[in-house]
């Protein structure tokens, strides 16, 4: 089991955890950074400019929804993440633009148990 407070720096206090990006084909070590736990997100979204520096690429362009309801098309990139227990493997991530934000969906989320203790503003991840 892996445990972490909850980011102050959003507000209300958010989940964030550390994570880690590689891309799927290369044998490099994994860029590490930190990640937004979002459940209600159906993909991860990971910027561009961090794709191209793990050297990833696009493998198809498709056609989502954001929070604004607006319909965009953009690229999903193949990703490996390493996540503080273990590996999220087969992963297309969403290239967004303008952000340095990442935001970690179910399609990476339902690989794991995760605890959102909201009131003791800790996260807590396990296999």
């Not at 297309?92 to 605890?115: C, S, Y």
Request: overall charge negative; glycine content about 10%.
């Amino acid at each position: 089991m892996a445990q972490f407070d909850y980011d102050s720096a959003y507000d209300p206090a958010a989940p964030v955890i550390p994570i880690g990006l590689a891309n799927p084909d290369d044998d490099r070590p994994p860029l590490r950074t930190q990640a937004l736990i979002d459940s209600g997100s159906d993909a991860t979204l990971i910027p561009l400019t961090i794709l191209q520096r793990i050297g990833t690429y696009s493998g198809e362009q498709v056609s989502f929804r954001g929070v604004t309801g607006s319909r965009m098309i953009t690229d999903m990139y193949r990703v490996l993440i390493y996540m503080p227990i273990g590996i999220s493997y087969g992963i297309r991530a969403i290239a967004t633009r303008g952000t340095d934000e990442i935001i970690l969906g179910r399609d990476v989320l339902n690989q794991w148990r995760i605890v959102l203790d909201g009131p003791g503003e800790i996260v807590e991840i396990t296999a």
